[in-house]
């Protein structure tokens, strides 16, 4: 059964930057798109990344041009790099295929972006 563990998340200060990684346990890469979501307090569940098979990728507008999705298929993991990051990026961030299974949700990894 596949599970996608995040990690990565921190605490940091805004205009700073975090990497966090998604690793799967099964093969799941090579045939689904992959995505970051992310749920602030108080707010719904957002896909903010995504990247296709083909390394197609897709941001929200409020992350473009400061985040970054990448997939490495050969160790079953998808990374996202966040730059210049701003306390409205503060929220608990998930990985899941694009479109979502809800049976595939992990725990997420908190990001707080705080002076």
């Known amino acids: 059964q596949v599970q996608l563990v995040e990690s990565g998340g921190g605490l940091v200060q805004p205009g700073g930057s975090l990497r966090l990684s998604c690793a799967a346990s099964?093969?799941?890469?090579?045939?689904?798109?992959m995505g970051w979501y992310r749920q602030a307090p108080g707010k719904q569940r957002e896909l903010v990344a995504s990247i296709t098979t083909y390394d197609r990728t897709n941001y929200v507008d409020s992350v473009k041009g400061r985040f970054t999705i990448s997939r490495d298929n050969a160790k079953n993991t998808v990374y996202l790099q966040m730059n210049t990051l701003k306390p409205e990026d503060t929220a608990v961030y998930y990985c899941n295929v694009v479109p979502y299974y809800n049976r595939l949700w992990g725990q997420g990894t908190q990001v707080t972006v705080s002076s």
């Open positions: 099964g093969s799941i890469f090579s045939i689904n798109a």
